[in-house]
């Protein structure tokens, strides 16, 4: 079992009825803490928005995931998700049968019960990890927005398990169909509305250029930047890495750097044209380094289980750290959690002296905070998701529970 349940197995569920937030079914935590870190005092804005004081989160829930007995190891007071958690996860599923519906399957005629109920299963971790990315990543994002960025996540993981193994490549690669339709990558990001083939595709860009033409924009783009640099650089493709900023700069390449900074933008409802992201470039590399990490962190052992049955190379902080320092994976967890405290810290700093610096406009300032937001909800996302936690014992919550509402489901 996991190491920070009660002995009883019973979660102290303590939040009341009041926050819908999206239901709680695996909780593990691959580095655990000897001692709290939240005391620190850092991003105390988070610590107001739990009693709704700031504006901008009037979507959103704020809370202490200790207050449900869960493990926080970390130096946010709180996480954030939007409240629209139902409607990125209908998004998500309505998106893969959209998909299913125009592009031919590559399935096998005839399949075996086993092979559809891996399917069935692979389908809901699928649909489960876009709206939880949407609403833990981006948890500023109203109804609509929660919609189309859940849809982009779903974008995002079919290229990347296509890319990734060859028994989940079964759907249409829409990224990679378009990436085929471009000659080259347009100069001017108008170009980016298309038209395109495929139908489905062609309503998800229009429908974000109409919510937000530059934001919406940048997210179209930067999601054929990265699926085109995937395609280049495959994710179990074996690399050797002479050093931990050699690593980091590689990471951060993989990890949809223009993209993101574009649905960070998009949840908010604004736009930051590049030439007023430039003075928040420091704060953004921290940002994309503290998710990265995260995601290294505790995708690990999915990503190790799966090299192992593939016979193929595993891309991922942990072992390279682990390979450069001659340090035990569970050692190199314990490190890495510790450089994510570290960035932390740094980000804390950067983001005061933005906010007294009297020098950023309130755009630019939406910007910075939605980064801090999107980590607090990227490390509850980590924690919480099938998709990483399926594979680890007792990550499961107890007697087939979940949890929701501050009560059992």
Known sequence: MVSWLPENDQLPFNMGSHLDIKPVEYIFDPAPLDTGYTSKGYFTFLEDAKSGKIRGLEESHCFDPRDMGLPWPTTFPATVQSKHWRSAEEAAKEFLGAIRSVSPSKEPQSTTSDYRKRLLKRDSLLIDAAAATAVNFFPAANAVRARLLAQAALLVFLHDDDADSEGYGLESNILKEALEELQSFPDDPKNFQGPWKNPVFQDWVDQCVQENFGAGLQIVQGTLLWANHTLDNPPKKRVQFVSWKNYIDYRLNDFLPVGISGMLQFSCGIYVPESERAPLEAMYRLYMMHCSLTNDLYSYEKERMEAKEEDLPIVNGVEVLGDILYI??????????????????????????????????????????????????????????????????????????????????
Not at 365 to 371: D, S
Not at 383 to 406: D, K, M
């Open 328 to 409: 035990s994976s569970d050692t190199a967890k314990r490190d890495l959690r510790q450089l994510i405290l570290e960035l932390e810290r740094q980000l804390h700093h950067v983001y005061i002296a933005h906010t007294r610096s009297g020098e950023l406009n309130d755009r630019q300032l939406r910007y910075a905070r939605a980064m801090i937001e999107g980590l607090a909800g990227s490390l509850f996302f980590s924690s919480t998701l099938a998709r990483y936690a399926s594979v680890i014992p007792g990550s499961h919550l107890p007697n087939e529970r979940s949890y929701q509402n501050g009560t059992t489901i």
